[in-house]
């Protein structure tokens, strides 16, 4: 009862204490923080895929598989930027991951469980990586082969600066799991769809949905087929629950492998990022996995630029952009600034952070 009691009313930022225009203006080192930076001039489009449930089985040592399930995105993680990614959860929480990467800013501060989204999105704009993309002329979409309406998404991506918005209501030729989840193959097309559709650069922000939880403990081998085989866990249900994850995760790569295949002879400059939005619905614990942390997935940023660097990093969620940005010499919003110049474990970070995510949001907005 008090869990779910929390999570009907403990919701939203509470003003912090040292809340004001002058803590803001502090922050900012009045207001230099907040000044324009030139940038390079390099303007290719940019395309974050968020992969749903992604998780390299290899980390889990216990697993023994017939071929390994994921080749294209090993070659992408061993050539170039690379790491892990910290999610603000695991199993579930979708689009708490997608909050972080948007924003720049961190869930720690909402309420137990809250969903963004869900809660102020739906009724309140904020700076995203749209918004401030949109500020330099791109064209800014988002795409989900799921419901429009899952998370609210129809809704809230307006508020954060989208464009556009392609749900699976409007995609063709889409194929289904054996748990009915929508397959990742269709979002290939719907990507290049987009990229040559407009005459500018676009900002696509794509979320899948293949590897979605819960996996079956049996088969249906008569209409789907299963070529890569899993054991070691000492349970046949358990065996098979992985059997079946691994082969979507397979496909998943196969997707990855397609859309890098199409951007290579793509006319136009692309970055691609792509990472894991949280760790599958297994019951693991940071023992079982290589790197002792569940919440810890991968991300890779790949383009078809000559000479892009390659600049590997362990990072959280909400410093993605931050890096990708920087990267590309782009000119960066308010919270990729303060991302910029402070790390976490600095003095006074979360305080400060905590503070602009309130003002944001839920104060009057003097950043």
Request: contains cysteine; aromatic residues 14%; proline residues 4%.
């Amino acid at each position: 009862p008090y869990c779910f009691s929390a999570s009907l009313f403990n919701t939203g930022i509470s003003e912090p204490n040292d809340y004001n225009k002058d803590t803001i203006e502090k922050i900012t080192d009045n207001r230099e923080m907040t000044e324009s930076t030139s940038d390079n001039g390099v303007r290719p489009n940019v395309l974050f895929v968020q992969l749903e449930s992604f998780f390299d089985p290899i980390e889990y040592e216990d697993l023994q598989m017939s071929e390994d399930p994921i080749p294209n995105l090993r070659k992408m993680f061993q050539n170039y930027s690379s790491g892990y990614f910290k999610a603000p959860s695991v199993g579930a929480g979708t689009a708490n991951t997608e909050f972080e990467v948007l924003t720049g800013m961190s869930m720690r501060f909402f309420g137990p469980g809250e969903y963004p989204y869900k809660t102020i999105l739906g009724k309140q704009t904020i700076e995203t990586m749209a918004t401030q993309l949109k500020l330099d002329g791109y064209s800014t979409h988002a795409m989900h082969n799921h419901d429009g309406t899952f998370y609210d998404r129809y809704k809230v991506y307006k508020n954060m600066g989208f464009d556009t918005f392609t749900p699976m209501e409007y995609m063709y030729n889409l194929h289904l799991t054996q748990k009915n989840w929508e397959k990742d193959d269709v979002l290939t097309g719907e990507i290049m769809k987009t990229l040559t559709f407009t005459t500018s650069r676009d900002f696509i922000f794509t979320v899948s949905v293949q590897g979605h939880g819960r996996y079956p403990s049996e088969l249906d081998e008569e209409n789907y087929s299963y070529p890569i085989r899993v054991a070691g866990t000492g349970d046949e249900a358990l065996d098979t629950q992985w059997t079946y994850y691994c082969n979507q995760l397979h496909e998943m790569d196969e997707f990855i492998g397609q859309i890098i295949e199409r951007l290579k002879l793509f006319n136009e400059p692309v970055v691609l990022v792509m990472y894991g939005d949280h760790l599958p619905g297994f019951e693991l614990t940071d023992d079982d996995v290589e790197n002792g942390n569940l919440y810890q997935t991968e991300y890779f940023v790949w383009s078809n630029m000559d000479n892009f660097p390659v600049e590997d990093e362990d990072l959280a969620a909400y410093q993605l952009s931050t890096k990708v940005f920087d990267m590309l010499g782009f000119e960066k919003s308010y919270v990729q600034k303060f991302q910029s110049k402070y790390k976490p474990g600095d003095e006074n970070y979360d305080d400060e952070l905590e503070n602009i995510e309130y003002d944001m949001l839920y104060g009057k907005r003097y950043m």
